[in-house]
């Protein structure tokens, strides 16, 4: 089965109101069914730049639109804050929104503690979880290691982004007693730091993977 996202280019954010929405929502399902070869997209995930520019709750009734058509299966949406996850999906009903992407692990919690885990146990969404290891970080491969200079690894953006993950945390210190733990915990169950951080995040995600 086949996973698409539709993400409007920023730049025409401003422009994408009722009407325009509508002819570029359906140009690039079009597109995407023509490239695949499919007359039907399983899935197709969401994402909006700017909450402020254009009507994403527009764009998003347009691919509903398209579902009722039998164009696309299922819908779901990328990196949306609870608030906004919840408007789309009162604008949706009763059509279900399928799946929510969305970072997730034990250095950002975020879905658990702002509600979103709740919310889509209550209106059976499954979370899609990206970042669960941290880019590599949360593994045996970075205990008792230096804080990795950022400078020095422009051209890793994972590592990059990461780092600034764990920065938000706590710190590299924090960071550290979080890894002794998760080995602690690993030996045992005679298994790698990073499965325990991975089963952290899967069991809290209500059966999201």
Known sequence: RVHTKFVPDKRLLPVLYRSSNQRHVRAVVRRSLNRLGLASLPLVQFHWWDYEQGSYVDAMLQLKQLKEE?????????????????????????????????????????????GMINLCLERGTRLV????LAGGFLSDSWLGKEDPDLHAAQENR????????????????????????????????????????????????????
């Open 129 to 132: 979880c990206y970042g669960v």
């Open 70 to 114: 039998g164009l696309v299966q299922h819908l779901g949406i990328t990196n949306f804050s609870t608030a906004r996850m919840r408007e789309l999906m009162d604008a949706l009903a009763p059509t279900p929104l399928a799946v929510a992407q969305v970072q997730y692990s034990l250095l950002d919690r975020r879905p658990e503690t702002d």
């Open 158 to 209: 994972s590592l990059t982004k990461y780092a600034l993950v764990i920065a938000e945390f706590g710190g590299w210190g924090r960071f550290q007693r979080l890894l002794r733990t998760l080995r602690t915990i690993a030996d045992r169950h005679s298994g790698p730091a990073a499965a325990g951080a991975g089963d952290a995040g899967a069991g809290n995600a209500g059966g999201g993977s």
